[in-house]
């Protein structure tokens, strides 16, 4: 029992990382998209952060009386992460609306049926 | 209760809901970080993920429609895939070291020396400062320029769309 219980923070990381790995191809909304993106990353935070806690630690934070502390070195690393993953995600959303500028849609479906018919009405006049 | 709302947000097609739902996972994820002693990252999350995030995506929405078209075929191919993948995941975590494992590598390699020795050589009672800002300072420093490249090609895209409708009008 207490095996299945060390292995559970995992269990929920593969579950959000496979939930937005599935949002992320089968959704052809690009604002969608970047929210299964999201959803990615943050089950990316949760697989580092998990492993360097200690069951009776406190916050890294040096004070008289305590003397388990959680691992400082992955939260530094995902603090980092979080303010890329959202440059990111400002990237792909300016990308989204660019995209919607273009071609006054922001699904693939439809996006990817305009650019067919262009190149079949150039074929066709050229 | 996050995974009730991812379930949601993958299923919900009105992208208001899905963008506020993101929210609420935001501050869920925040508080699962509280418990595990990350309270720096936490705040961080809250703030970011919960706050710039959702005011970027409503700002997004603001330019685009606010409604998913309903997909054209069934999601089977990605569904397998996906599956496909955490199989993978769950066969490789078994490999891992169980959850609050103090000889797990992860304790046991850099981590003490930054607890001992960090307060006396930076003076920083939070160790995550010390080492955000002392010990791997070349990291924020490439962070930066990853946000500032960001800021320009946003920049670059969003404004050639007013050029282009102030040539138009």
């Known amino acids: 029992m207490s095996t299945l219980a060390g292995y559970f923070s995992y269990a929920v990381t593969i579950f959000l990382l496979v939930a937005g790995l599935f949002i992320i191809i089968a959704r052809g909304n690009l604002i969608k998209k970047m929210v299964g993106l999201g959803i990615f990353q943050t089950s990316v935070y949760l697989l580092y952060i998990a492993p360097g806690k200690l069951v009776g630690g406190t916050a890294p934070i040096i004070a008289p009386g305590f ?6 070195l992955p939260h530094v690393l995902i603090l980092t992460a979080i303010v890329v993953g959202v440059a990111t995600l400002a990237l792909g959303l300016a ?3 660019r995209i919607h500028e273009a071609y006054g849609s922001i699904e693939e479906d439809e996006i990817l049926e305009q650019d067919n018919a262009d190149a079949g009405s150039k074929e066709r006049g050229g | 209760m ?4 991812v379930v949601a947000l993958a299923r919900s097609r009105n992208l208001f ?3 506020v739902l993101f929210g609420a996972y935001s501050f869920l994820m925040a508080t699962v970080l509280v418990a595990l002693d990350a309270v720096d990252v936490a705040m961080t999350e809250a703030a970011v993920g919960a706050g710039i995030s ?6 997004a929405l603001h330019l685009c429609r606010s409604e998913e078209a309903k997909p054209a075929h069934r999601p089977l191919i990605p569904l397998a895939l996906a599956s496909g993948v955490g199989a993978l995941l769950v066969y490789g975590s078994l490999g891992l070291p169980a959850f609050s494992d103090p000889t797990a590598p992860i304790h046991t390699h ?8 960090g307060p006396k050589e930076t003076g920083v009672p939070n160790v995550v400062t010390a080492v955000l800002a002392s010990y791997r300072g070349y990291d924020t420093f490439g962070e930066t320029t ?5 800021g320009i090609g946003v920049i670059a895209l969003l404004r050639r769309r007013n050029k282009n409708k102030a040539e138009q009008s």
């Open chain 1, 67 to 72: 003397h388990v502390y959680s691992n400082p």
């Open chain 1, 95 to 97: 990308l989204a609306v």
């Open chain 2, 2 to 5: 996050m995974v009730v709302t």
């Open chain 2, 17 to 19: 809901a899905v963008v």
């Open chain 2, 54 to 59: 959702t005011v970027l995506f409503l700002g």
């Open chain 2, 110 to 117: 850099v981590a003490p020396r930054y607890l001992n020795e």
């Open chain 2, 146 to 150: 990853v946000v500032f490249t960001a």
